[in-house]
């Protein structure tokens, strides 16, 4: 039994479907991911500077109303002549009289000749200070510093010493303020100013990637009009463009135009070829029957045989010379079924079944071509079954890798089988050889599968044989298509 001929991958002439991929690669993507980046890193600096500010000035605020106080309690305190310290102090805050607010006030002998101790209604219980010698005092008889509260909270302290009379008897004067509100305070901002910066930073960075890509839009314009001229709908880019893309637009244009000017030129050229070698290779197949004999015969016979591969390689230039042009379509369906109904015509003894897809196929190629692929393969098969020829068309998908890059590429698929004797595996190869015959008892050239294949090979399509489940040989054929 035959197995499948190894089937070489596709040309890398293929090509991919253009699309607007948001990918690494992707210009949109860069130029997004750059200005969110940039935005992220904005945003954190400007939360950072405005926490900073807002904490400096805060904790410039908390110091103010803590020295403010400590100067009216001073004001509000006096001693008695008998050393005993006096006084009613209201500092105008309800939190140095609420029990264990954290906001305290007391002041203490701090010379001989003074007694007795005064405190806010809110210190339930003494309060340690550092020493001295710890925590100076500074030139004006002032400190301050952080200690522990009543309920683990963290104070802050200013202190002082001041002279009460002339006597100069002193006291130490202290105001205490709880420093965990103030953190507490500038955490709470902090949540709202990121809450906030986030918000912004979110629509910000929504709207610059919507401008972005509105103003790429443009070349989403330009992948339209070349996917239009690729398709055959259209001959040129058309429309305006923006200044920085109309540059591109006209050299796609002009590249397209010489292009065509290409293709014409190689056809002019062939068929000037044609022409010119046309008549003497008559003359001789003539002169070589009119001649007779053996060296008549063999005259007229080698004449057609060179009449035979200039064809061919004339019909190979043909398709070399438009096979990478962007204008060229054939629907598939139509053409198959025409071919079909014909050769069931010719051969009303052999049954003929077809098979199409519900989606409609284009054939990246000329329609002569496509014909002559078909035909071939069709007369092969019809040739060599006993009874049945099955053809059917359907749409496959694949993967096109090459030089590091990778896209889809759409691909369609003929499969023409019968239920002859098929070609065994060793002699696959040989079939597609030019004037091979595996069987000369049927008529033919021997050029029908290596015209096949020299096609497929210049679409840079794939062709295998392999071994049909009605018995016979499977030829099979994948293209490119542009749907």
Known sequence: MSRRRKAEPLKQTARTPLSLRFGPRSLAFRVIAFSTVWAILTLIVIFTLITTLYRQASERGFDSLLSAHLFNLIGSVGVSEGGSLTGAPDLGDLRFSEPNSGWYWSVEPASEGVSGELHSSSMTTAILSPSVAEVPFNASFQRSYTTEGIDGEELEVFESEFVLDAKNRAARFRVMGNRTE??????AFQRRLL???SLFGVG?????AIAILLGLQPLRRVRDALAMVREGTAQKLDGRFPAEIEPLANETNALIENNKRIVERSRTQVGNLAHSLKTPLAV?????????????????EQAASMQKQIDHYLQRARVAAQRDSVVYRTPVAP????????????????????SLPAVDIVFAGEREDLEELLGNLLDNAMKWAKSAVAVSVAPISAKKTGAGKEGAVNLFEISIEDDGPGIPEDKAREALKRGRRLDETKPGTGLGLAIVADLVNEYGGVLALERSSMGGLKAVVRMRSLH
């Open 195 to 197: 809450t906030y910066l």
């Open 204 to 208: 910000m960075i929504a709207i610059n």
């Open 335 to 354: 053409l198959v079924q025409r071919m079909v109904r014909v050769l069931q015509k010719l051969n009303p003894q052999t049954a003929l079944s077809l």
């Open 284 to 300: 001789l197949i003539n002169e070589g029957r009119a001649l007779g004999g053996a060296k008549g015969q063999l005259i007229a």
């Open 182 to 187: 103030l953190e507490q305070e500038i955490s």
